[in-house]
């Protein structure tokens, strides 16, 4: 994708004058846009209504929130955090702690409302840590929040009256008297708590990048140092953000306490926040919607390719390197670079070129899964099971050399044939591109 | 009445090397003051000790009678001096009227509000797009400031530097770079935007300088030789020796 041809069509389009639609428009729009976001939170689970896949959604509702909370920092204010789980976990304990209050009778709190509790704990974090961490960025930061994220999950063993230790806090969601019906004991009443929390987050967070401080945040991102001569204190701006990011980070970790009824220290660690970076990254930074889909995407790989193969994280693994090399602007700059070959209406064009790069990409990765899926049976499942797996329907016998043969001639020809359909795709942008720059010189 | 800017006894020492040493200086309200001198005079570090890029070694600056030695450069900003950079200092994945809308957030009072929405605030968006018009960016309103012409992004750079509407100006070299009719519009701009304003600008450009400026320092070595109008400083003998004299015929291609 990073074809000059490509490149030249991206730049046409930012150089060109924006359409300048009428704010009254805009704003219909976007109210159009937040319409259909509510129908698909509420429609999602009668789609998908199997119990594993309302359980699913959830956590990408949650995933959802934490994502967009991270690109609070990474993509609107250019802090790349390597510990924001701090506040995700750090809100779910507190979370978990209140809920067990609620049910013992000594707290008298709605459970809808526990993630408020959650976003107490998490801003009230971030004020603390962020008052340490913001006073640098760049690498210096980086490091610092992966200092903090170390320390935390080291005071998650000396503690294990409030981190639970190694089992973690569990709770029961289902406490007191229904309340118009709902008590939250069916996952699908937990899911529609978490797409409510959701929409309300997913809604606040984007209206402050319309505010002031979220305007500044991106002046932060650009040119911190040009912030100051406006007047502006790029350190304030850093720590605001990054306490009010923990917030909404606590809000996610309160829902995860919600629908899990569990909370382990893991979840506070640095793995916990190299996903959230990952889900962010993946999705696109530089858009607001990225994450979104990232968490929805990430999340779903996650619960979907554990069930078929046990080598999921290598999967994980490659795909995310696929994603840095040839979309470091992740799926929502896909999207975004696109754009020209709609208004051109020349998208149709590249209908063909992509339909085969699809089949080579494919046969490349079929023979990357057998290859990968043999490695693995030989490995870890030969001496129990023998050496015969089944895979695409077929039974491979790990031993021969034949199913190997096949393995590297697949990722050879399809390595090929993905050379080849780059070819049309080129020449379908080389078209766009001129289509473009005819439409500039009118 | 208090010079608008004052500088007394301004020094700066990079490790054991003085840059600045020793500077008075006094602009009056309303001044266009220019400050020339050879390379490596340290007109810019005067500049960053100004507006608090860089802290004083000793010395002391004051806006408007009131100390500002020691202060961030946020803070005085916020007193209403206001700069320039020499290398162009903008938000580059910011739009034209993103740039200017960010740099007169401040001076409405917005500060670090959450909680007004940005699109809704009728003083910001007149007061940008005001400076727009200004800049002569009007037809380049939305495009990205990373890939505006270089003169363009100099004309943004003097936008986001006087849309918090300071009352002291620091222009660093304004029209370095530019070819000769860049340099007029340049001019005329600097001339408009610091109307009834205090101006204090670094520039090579000896045209400009003797064009715009009432008065010039000539800045030597860390050290004011001379401060006159511009006839006094043309029939100075020491500046003729120390900068004109010597290099009058490479100041005008001097950078």
Redesign the interface.
């Known amino acids: 994708m990073a074809d000059p041809v490509v490149e030249a069509v991206a730049?046409a389009v930012?150089?060109a004058?924006?359409s300048?639609a009428e704010?009254g428009l805009m704003h219909w729009r976007r109210a159009m846009v937040w319409a259909a976001v509510a129908a698909v939170l509420i429609a999602a689970p009668q789609v998908f209504n199997q119990g594993f896949a309302v359980s699913m959604l959830s956590q990408m509702g949650i995933a959802i929130i934490f994502a967009l909370s991270y690109n609070m920092l990474l993509g609107q204010t250019g802090m790349l955090s390597f510990g924001h789980a701090v506040y995700f976990g750090l809100g779910a304990f507190f979370a978990a702690h209140a809920l067990n209050a609620i049910g013992a009778g000594s707290l008298h709190w709605p459970v809808s409302l526990l993630p408020l509790v959650g976003a107490a704990a998490g801003l009230a974090f971030g004020l603390v840590f962020g008052y340490v961490t913001t006073k640098h960025s760049g690498t210096p930061f980086a490091m610092i929040s992966l200092g903090i994220a170390e320390m935390v999950a080291a005071c998650s063993l000396m503690f294990p009256s409030f981190f639970g230790g190694e089992g973690g806090i569990s709770t029961d969601r289902v406490v007191g008297d229904k309340v118009m019906g709902v008590d939250f004991g069916p996952g699908v009443q937990v899911y529609y708590l978490i797409a409510a929390w959701c929409f309300v987050c997913m809604i606040l967070m984007f209206?402050?990048t319309?505010?002031?401080?979220?305007?500044?945040a991106?002046?932060v991102?650009?040119?911190p140092?040009?912030?100051?001569?406006?007047?502006?204190?790029p350190t304030?701006?850093r720590f605001?953000m990054l306490a009010?990011a923990g917030m909404f980070a606590g809000i996610a970790g309160a829902l995860e306490v919600i629908n899990f009824e569990l909370i382990t220290a893991e979840r506070l660690g640095t793995a916990a926040s190299g996903t959230v970076l990952l889900m962010a990254f993946i999705g696109g930074v530089g858009h607001f919607y990225g994450p979104i889909i990232g968490a929805i995407l990430i999340t779903f790989l996650q619960s979907a390719l554990s069930n078929y193969t046990q080598a999921w994280l290598l999967y994980f693994g490659l795909f995310f390197l696929v994603m840095i090399l040839f979309a470091p602007g992740g799926i929502a700059s896909l999207v975004t670079l696109h754009k020209p070959a709609v208004q051109t209406r020349l998208l149709g064009r590249l209908a063909l070129p992509y339909a085969g790069a699809a089949v080579a990409g494919a046969v490349l990765l079929a023979g990357l899964i057998m290859a990968v899926e043999m490695f693995y049976h030989y490995e870890t499942k030969r001496e129990q099971v023998g050496a015969v797996m089944s895979l695409f329907g077929q039974q491979f016998d790990t031993t021969a050399t034949g199913p190997w043969l096949m393995a590297v001639a697949l990722l050879v020809v399809g390595g090929v044939l993905l050379r080849l359909a780059a070819r049309p795709i080129g020449a379908a942008w080389t078209e766009i591109a001129a289509a473009v720059n005819r439409g500039q010189g009118n | 009445m208090a010079a608008s800017l004052e500088l007394r006894q301004v020094r700066k020492s990079f490790g054991k090397t003085a840059i600045i040493n020793g500077v008075d200086l006094a602009i009056e309200r309303g001044e266009r003051h220019a400050v020339i001198g050879p390379n490596g005079a340290g007109k810019s570090t005067l500049f960053n000790l100004i507006s608090g890029r860089f802290p004083l070694s000793t010395g002391n600056i004051l806006l408007n009678g009131q100390d500002i030695t020691g202060l961030a450069p946020q803070e005085i900003n916020r007193r209403g001096l206001s700069r320039s950079f020499q290398i162009t200092n903008i938000f580059p994945k910011l739009s034209v009227f993103e740039n200017l809308r960010c740099a007169v957030l401040w001076s409405q009072g917005y500060r670090y509000s959450f909680w007004h929405r940005v699109g809704g605030l009728k003083d910001v968006r007149a007061r940008a797009d005001e400076l727009v018009e200004r800049i002569g960016l009007k037809r380049r309103r939305d495009t990205l400031a990373g890939v505006l012409s270089y003169a363009e992004q100099r004309a943004l750079e003097i936008g986001v530097t006087i849309a918090g509407g300071a009352e002291v100006i620091l222009l660093d070299e304004p029209t370095a770079g530019m070819s000769n009719t860049e340099t007029e519009d340049a001019v005329a701009l600097i001339r408009a935007v610091s109307e009834g304003k205090t101006l204090v600008m670094v520039e090579h450009d000896m045209s400009v300088v003797f064009g715009l400026a009432d008065r010039i320092s000539v800045l030597v070595y860390g050290q004011v030789i001379a401060t006159g109008t511009p006839a006094e400083i043309r029939g100075n003998k020491a500046v003729q020796e120390a900068y004109l004299g010597v290099e009058a015929d490479t100041a005008e291609g001097a950078h």
């Open positions: 730049r930012r150089n004058p924006a300048g704010p209206a402050l319309q505010t002031p401080l979220g305007r500044m991106n002046a991102r650009d040119n140092e040009r912030v100051k001569f406006v007047g502006y204190n304030r701006i605001l009010l």
